[in-house]
């Protein structure tokens, strides 16, 4: 089969590539010009483990292709994804001006039948303003070919992303017209023949599981966030209530790790998105608005926690070690630990940080206050004559650290880990003075 996706973002380039090795013929096309020259060429502009290697393998055997050119890109596929960002306006809504402008451009090229697949999260109803958006065009054009939109929420995981889309927990497909079946089990045939659950349902039903299930792993974060901060307090242990609700399978232990609060691209978006498609229909998200405060309030008492500790932060040189959202990506967007580290840098602190791939991202998010944070090449530079040292990121290479060799580099012996990846160490607390999250 002959498929397209539009955009080639976290999403849109992993799915091509996936396609791909499903043996079809993809063609990834993006309105950014450098982003397809670069891949053309074989360079990956994402980090995403085990990307690269089924990328060029299939690109090399001719089944992938990228481009700029839209026209061709819609005129040659059967089937055309749109897998570009949908992301959050001033109020909290979902932009759709690019999901909009794909839907424009597929109808002025679009010269047959052909079925859009929507990978993009987008509010309840944009399947339907989708369809309606390439009819116009195609009227403007005096043409009446047919379409179909499906609604086919994505639900990888960045840094997880190539084992997400080959084994996915389950398809989801929303669909308003039976037509459409055939061609998207075909799309997905080694799935199907590897018995991932499909699930069949309306179009705007689908377009809320999407929003339904991000919110819900993002109330549980927050739930044990808060949960943590009481444990804390109360002098209890959050890791073994974790631990013990988990055992329980109606709560299971996924998504009860606690930490300096959720970030990325999509659980901040799509629960203010949500919490908004609530608004316009008169429905208050009330659980998905208190996720939303206890996150914020999260990544606030972090600071708090610190200033408590350390004293006065005016003058004090902190390490973080950390940037990116979590580990294993590059991705910057909405990281917890820029408004941290904002947050110490108001304070009067100076940062010195090391991440393995978020750092080229983290300078220009964090540009107007570059001329505080030195950028380190490895963690024994970070953490070097600093006071204070805070894990915001659990990236596997920070759990081998030599603790001893860390704390000799270092001018103060004051560790924050908002990770919780040291504290069975039985010399950390001989070292440092240790501040793990919800535990003594
Ligand atoms: P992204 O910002 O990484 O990539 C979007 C890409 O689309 C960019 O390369 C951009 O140049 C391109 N683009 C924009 N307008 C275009 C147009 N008119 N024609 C061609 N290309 C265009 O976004 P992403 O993180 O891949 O997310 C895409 C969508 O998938 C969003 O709706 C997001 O909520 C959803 N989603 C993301 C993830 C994730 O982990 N990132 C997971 C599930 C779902
Ligand atoms: C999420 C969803 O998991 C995925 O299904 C969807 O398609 C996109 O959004 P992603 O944002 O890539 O994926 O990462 P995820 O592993 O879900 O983590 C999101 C945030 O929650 C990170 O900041 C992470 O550190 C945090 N988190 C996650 C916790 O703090 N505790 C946990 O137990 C799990």
Redesign the pocket.
Known sequence: MKITVIGTGYVGLVQGVILSEFGHEVICMDINEEKIRNLNNGFIPIYEPGLKEIMNKNFLEGRLYFSSNIKEAVESSDVIFIAVGTPPMDDGSADLQYVLSCAKEIGKYINAYKIIVNKSTVPVGTGELVEKTIYEVLEERGLSYDIDVVSNP??????KAVN?CLRPDRVVIGYENERVLETMKEIYNVLYLNKVPFFFTNRKTSEMIKYA??AF?AV??SY??EMALLAENVGANVQDIAQAMGMDGRISP??????P???????PK?TRAIVEIGKKYGEEMSVIEAAIYANEKQKRKVTEKIEKNMGNLNGKKIAILGLS??PE?DDMRD??SIDIIKNLIKKGSTIKTYCPKGMGEASWRLKEVNDKITYCKNEIECVKDCDGLVIV?EWNQFRGLNLKIIREKMKDNFYFDLRNIHCKSSKVRELFKYFPLGQK
């Open positions: 994505e639900f990888l995981r960045e840094g997400d299930s991000n792993l549980k974060i044990i966030n996924k998504f009860l790790h606690s930490g609060g959720y970030g990325g691209s999509c659980f799509d959202f979590k990506t990281a917890p990121t």
